[in-house]
């Protein structure tokens, strides 16, 4: 090789080493375009099991859905509007008939963004969280199977090297599959980039308190040192033929410091402290209580809390109004606490706010106390859904779409979090999102 | 009893096609073709190679109660116990976390420190067959014997809590 050739080849060879991306022990791929993100954390609240527009963004209360006239907003956490006047029943007492008084200064919608009308990509509740964390549909899977392409918490944990214990979802039921859908079965993600999981009402319930309550401290060093190594021994014997790995990869310390959480939350249960909502009377308020805890103790970089109680709405729409004042409660008190109980939080954090899916236009024929009608979800209403947004890197006091001009789709919550967070074209460019997806900052 | 005469006179009486079909017998059965042994290929597998199926939280459950406790739980302690397994993302995780409330319950059955260093071979193959139903091979006897004899904190609960937490006990 001549001189000219050799440096030729060196060039290229130095300069594809800065191009290429490449991948470091810690699992984190580098990719070539890089970039950092809008917020240094990120929420998502699944919000609540099967919203109608009508109730929600269109403030319609009664009027739309039984043969009453009163109108308003049972919302004003999350959104501006005069609550209704007359026959109150969502609230607390006798007959419901006390509002929450309001948690924050300012709804969420005059702080952030409000896409007003977006598409659901599927009216189950199993499907649409899958939209909501996968950013495609499920069509191909049974209810008790993990999504088949990545979740955001995958992306996340793969693209941008962040800690298990730094992703979490917080549902609040073991039931509908929800603890399954903390990682995908996909191949070239799976269980070593998934979320931590809790289920609180049974973690730290009363079957928690029996079964996990319990637990004997070993010391990090003197046992569990020991412990891992013969486990690696024993599992390395083991290796050869293609065991399954059910960990998602907490390091031991993460571990350990899982375990004090959890001591912790059984302490703070038995005393009645855990950072509920003042209303906390159902078990959606007691969900975001726990995850209320979980974010101040982990300070995640994602955090996922599952909602359903509004789901009651097929055969009590009392109790689905009820329901969702207190979800709309719950998102207060959620936010109002990281920005005045988690400094490192208050700031740096996007709240988004989505409905799985919408419910039906026309009621069922089952009527609850009241003798109003409850609603199931099926029909073309039940893919009317909004989404919301506030806080780091989101515009404030920006309204978009309307009932006429539908702007948005579930799945695009998985490229804003994405966008968010600073892997946005890792997320689009891997290739399983739902057609027409986009980060909703791209909708602005 | 026929003199040896009257035997040589009754021989003409086979005939020919007699004598033939004797000798070809006498020729066929000589000339059977010499066996040859071979040995059929066999591959060999690290231990515990056939167990391919993956416990349910249930069976995972039950077999680890019966391992410490030689006992068996209930029916509706298993279903409740499943619950909780369920409600934590990180199943090894949580499986640490059983197996820790198991060991701070009165009846776990395990020998002592003292017992076990009377005879760590002992201990060892014990160990295996009441965890992973098989017998050590003779390099994992060898390194858990090093292995206690060099630390002074390894216990038997420690080595049990390992055999519990293993992949291969996740399987059978």
């Not at chain 1, 080849?9 to 699992?27: K, N």
């Not at chain 1, 948690?103 to 509740?125: D, I, K």
């Not at chain 2, 006992?71 to 995780?93: P, R, V």
Request: include cysteine; glycine fraction near 10%; charged fraction near 15%.
């Amino acid at each position: 090789m001549d001189r000219r050739k050799f440096i030729k080849r060196a060039g290229a060879a130095a300069a594809g080493a800065f191009v290429m991306p490449y991948i470091l022990p810690s699992g984190r791929l580098f990719a070539a375009s890089g970039g950092g993100g809008l917020s240094q954390h990120v929420v998502l609240v699944m919000f609540a099991g099967g919203v109608r527009q009508q109730e929600s963004i269109g403030l319609r209360y009664l009027a739309d859905a039984q043969t009453e006239v009163h109108e308003g907003n049972i919302l004003y956490n999350m959104l501006n509007g005069a609550a209704p006047t007359q026959k109150i029943v969502y609230g607390t007492g006798l007959g419901g008939i006390n509002p929450i008084p309001g948690l924050l200064g300012q709804s969420l919608e005059s702080q952030g963004t409000l896409f007003a009308e977006m598409r659901a990509v599927n009216a189950g509740h199993y499907g649409g969280l899958n939209s909501l964390l996968q950013g495609n549909q499920a069509m191909t899977q049974g209810l008790t199977s993990k999504p088949l392409n990545p979740t955001i918490f995958e992306y996340l944990r793969r693209h941008a090297g962040v800690q298990a214990s730094k992703t979490w979802f917080v549902g609040n039921t073991i039931g509908n599959s929800v603890p399954l859908l903390n990682y995908s079965v996909h191949p070239d993600y799976g269980a070593p980039y998934g979320a931590n999981f809790f289920a609180p009402n049974i973690t730290f319930g009363p079957l928690g308190d029996q079964y996990l309550s319990d637990a004997k401290v070993y010391h990090p060093q003197d046992q569990l040192a020991p412990m891992y190594e013969m486990k690696a021994f024993l599992d390395n014997s083991f290796d050869n033929v293609g065991n399954v790995a059910t960990g998602i990869g907490n390091t031991a310390d993460e571990k350990q410091d899982i375990k004090a959480f959890m001591v912790e939350m059984f302490s703070k249960t038995q005393n009645g402290t855990i950072a509920h909502p003042p209303v906390h009377d159902n078990g959606d308020a007691q969900t975001i209580g726990y995850a209320c805890e979980v974010m101040k103790w982990f300070k995640p970089t994602l955090t996922v809390v599952n909602m359903s109680s509004v789901d009651g709405c097929h055969g009590n729409f009392t109790g689905y109004l009820a329901s969702m004042h207190r979800a709309d409660h719950s998102v207060g008190h959620l936010w109002n606490y990281i920005q005045t109980q988690i400094p490192e939080m208050a700031g740096n954090t996007t709240i988004i706010v989505a409905p799985e899916c919408g419910r039906n236009d026309q009621p069922n024929a089952i009527r609850d106390e009241n003798d109003w009608y409850g609603y199931d979800h099926s029909d073309a209403n039940a893919l009317r859904v909004f989404g919301m947004m506030a806080g780091a890197g989101v515009p404030s006091n920006l309204r978009i779409g309307s009932e006429g001009n539908p702007v948005g789709i579930a799945t695009d919550v998985v490229p804003t979090i994405a966008e968010l967070l600073g892997i946005k074209s890792e997320v689009m460019s891997a290739g399983f999102l739902n057609p027409g997806t986009l980060s909703l900052f791209d909708r602005m | 009893m026929p003199s040896s005469r009257s035997r040589f006179r009754s021989f003409p009486h086979w005939g020919k096609a007699g004598i033939g079909a004797a000798l070809l017998l006498l020729f066929a059965t000589s000339c059977t073709k010499e066996l040859e042994y071979e040995l059929n290929e066999v591959q060999l597998n690290p231990p515990g190679t056939i167990k391919d199926n993956e416990k349910t939280n249930q069976q995972y459950a039950a077999i680890l109660h019966a391992n410490l406790f030689q006992d068996a739980m209930s029916a509706n302690e298993l279903y409740e116990l499943d619950q909780c397994i369920q409600s934590i993302g990180d199943k090894e995780l949580a499986r640490e976390v059983i197996i820790s409330n198991f060991m701070n319950k009165p009846g776990v059955i395990i020998p002592d420190d003292a017992t076990m260093r009377a005879n760590i071979d002992a201990f060892i193959i014990e160990t295996y067959n009441r965890f992973l139903v098989r017998q050590p091979t003779e390099a994992e006897k060898t390194w858990f014997r090093n292995y206690i004899e060099a630390d002074p904190n390894v216990t038997p609960e420690i080595i049990y809590f390992s055999f519990a937490m293993s992949n291969e006990y996740l399987f059978y």
